[in-house]
């Protein structure tokens, strides 16, 4: 079993559109829970930054964490054409392990909103 | 901009060949990354390095190595390539291991 499943769509939305994107993890020791954006041929930059359970909003995003269910997601409203990106959920084990600071990754999920 | 440079943007070359990737990490940031991203495997973990010291090691094979050199910049030595080792790779840096992870541009290798 992955340690990260992420649907990897691809996901096309009009513009002005709710999205919604999700991961499940399996280890339920994981406490930093990360989204990050990927624009063709560039890096992925990190998006949202979570620990433990609840939601966090920044803008237009909206980052949910579901510790009891293991469930990870991102919400973007009022989508735009430059929102379009490869969306990757990423974990961080906990401080202390000897994993240190290595990020498993979701498959990423393929977004196109268009005008 | 990040502010983690990658050396070069791409590398073309040749199955059984040796290549090396260059890191420089942003300004301050003591800890590097690097990840192997793929069509198939996705994005994946292969090696940290902490202020010149090895760290946590991800499935890197045995015919990669890296380092981190006293000024931080760090080197991604892949040796008897094959073709399954094309893919973009990246690397990150943090100013601790449990900072924030800033992404380079990636180095894209193609394996003919």
């Known amino acids: 079993q992955k340690e990260v499943e992420q649907d990897p769509g691809p996901l096309s939305v009009p513009e002005g559109a709710i999205v919604s994107l999700n991961c499940t993890y399996s280890n339920s020791a994981f406490q930093y829970f990360m989204w990050y954006r990927q ?4 890096g992925p930059e990190l998006l949202m930054y979570t620990y433990s359970s609840g939601n966090k909003e920044d803008g237009r995003f909206t980052a949910q964490v579901d510790k009891s269910s293991k469930y990870i997601s ?4 009022d989508s735009q054409p430059s929102d379009s990106a490869t969306y990757l959920c990423a974990i961080q084990p906990p401080a202390g392990g000897t994993s240190y600071g290595k990020l498993t990754f979701g498959q990423g999920t393929i977004l196109t909103v268009h005008p | 901009d990040s502010g983690v440079t990658q050396t070069p943007k791409h590398l073309i070359t040749a199955t059984g060949q040796r290549v090396t990737l260059r890191c420089s990490p942003r300004s ?7 990840y192997q991203q793929s069509l198939d495997q996705g994005l994946q973990f292969l090696i940290q390095y902490y202020n010149g010291e090895e760290r946590a090691k991800g499935n890197i094979l ?5 380092q981190q050199f006293p000024d931080l910049h760090s080197e991604l030595n892949l040796s008897s390539l094959e073709l399954g080792d094309s ?11 449990y900072d924030t992870q800033y992404f380079g541009p990636g180095t894209r290798l193609t394996v003919l």
């Open chain 1, 74 to 77: 991102l919400f973007i409203r």
């Open chain 2, 62 to 66: 045995e015919r990669f190595s890296a």
């Open chain 1, 39 to 42: 624009y063709s041929r560039k």
């Open chain 2, 28 to 34: 301050g940031d003591l800890s590097v990354y690097w």
């Open chain 2, 87 to 97: 893919a973009l790779y990246f690397c990150a840096s943090s100013r601790t291991s």
